[in-house]
């Protein structure tokens, strides 16, 4: 059975308006990224990374999944446990569109964790308050379920599993920049990326320019805008019957 494997990135929300720090020159909203996103940010100021994800937690509720969402959600039904969707996002807009079964690479922006025992449970879109307690263990400290830098992020461990299942890759709205796409794209015979811009690649080991030259396709359009390319080609290797490999 052809399986799919779909990495998303920063541009699959970008026209929904969700601004991320990569194209922000390290500020996020204003934030220094390293005092918010890192553990040491984390152990030297808690409150102030609270306050930080609160805030963006309160702004999600209002932010609308774009078309890119709706078709990969809609995509998710019509190929029901053929498609792996990995994604590098925190925000909900997936979920918002109609998805069940996105893996969150980086964590969820609508979720908490607790320090002790790591229950995760939703707290949607209101604030953590300031003495919240998990109400798994009961007296412990709970914190945002994001993956900060300096951290482990367990969820890596679908990654090689979906590069072992699936035969068709598709890179949506990703730069590379956190997680290398080279070496999975050198893993399929068959792939797609879509990105307005052309990236390059950025080992000294890739002989080729640009991170596009190491896929089948390159839809160079945002996510919104590339959805009935991608789904033409989707559709077609889906029902060819052709026989599929890795490389
Ligand atoms: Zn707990």
Partial sequence: ????????????????????FRDSNGLWENHDVMKVCSTKGWIEDHKAVTKFYNE????????????????????????????????????DLMEKAGAKEVI??????????????????????????ESEK??????????HNVVMFGEHAPNYSYLSQAIKECSLFIAIG???AVIDIVPIAKEFKN???IDPKRQSTRSMYDPKPHIDEYF????????????????????????????????
């Fill in 174 to 176: 990703t730069s590379g």
């Fill in 134 to 143: 998990c109400p798994n263990c009961g007296n412990n400290r709970v914190r």
């Fill in 191 to 193: 792939s797609i990326i």
């Fill in 1 to 20: 059975m052809k399986k799919i494997m779909i990495l998303s990135g920063a541009g699959l929300s970008a026209e929904s308006g969700i601004s991320t």
């Fill in 104 to 129: 969150h690479l980086h964590g969820t922006l609508t979720d908490l964790r607790c320090e002790a025992c790591t229950k995760i449970y939703s707290i949607g879109y209101r604030a953590q308050g």
């Fill in 56 to 91: 963006r937690r309160h702004e999600l509720e209002f932010k609308k999944p774009n078309n890119a969402h709706k078709v990969l959600a809609q995509l998710e039904k019509d190929y029901r446990g053929r498609i792996i969707h990995l994604t590098q996002n925190i925000d």
């Fill in 216 to 247: 089948e396709y390159f839809i160079q359009k945002k996510a919104g805008e590339s959805m009935d390319e991608m789904l033409s080609i989707v559709d077609e290797y889906m029902k060819s019957s052709s026989k599929y490999k890795h490389k």
